[in-house]
């Protein structure tokens, strides 16, 4: 699932929503744009569903086992600049996330921890 020094990570809980999403609506993507409330958390879309352009960056494709195909893991290069330092973990908590992220239904919302690159 995780890669020596990628830069994204998920957590087995991730993994795990990321398989049921997957098998629900087929090949997934995030994008984490950055700003304030659901924007900075990372939102989870059909593949191809969210355009990215020259003001995304490819952060990662994560590999997660039970998904036949990698996981493209976008933000914007705002962001980033943010974010260039850390580590990203995506992780899975309960609440009510984005309505536009595909996990909103299931009561439970993705977000990034993060720790510094390196460490």
């Known amino acids: 699932m995780d890669q020596p020094g990628a830069r994204v990570e998920l957590t087995p809980v991730a993994a795990e929503l990321l398989r049921g999403l997957r098998e629900a609506h087929g090949p997934l993507m995030f994008h984490q744009s950055g700003g ?3 924007g900075s958390a990372p939102m989870c879309y059909p593949a ?12 990662a494709s994560l590999e997660v086992e039970g998904v036949a195909e990698p996981i493209a893991f976008w933000m914007s290069k705002a962001q980033f600049e943010v974010w ?7 992780d899975v908590v309960p609440g009510r996330g984005s309505g536009f992220s595909l996990e909103a239904p299931e009561g439970v919302r993705f977000l990034i921890r ?6």
């Open 36 to 38: 304030c409330c659901d």
């Open 48 to 59: 191809g569903e969210f355009r990215t352009g020259a003001s995304d960056v490819l952060l």
């Open 84 to 90: 260039s330092h850390t580590r990203l973990i995506v």
């Open 114 to 119: 993060s720790r510094l690159v390196g460490c």
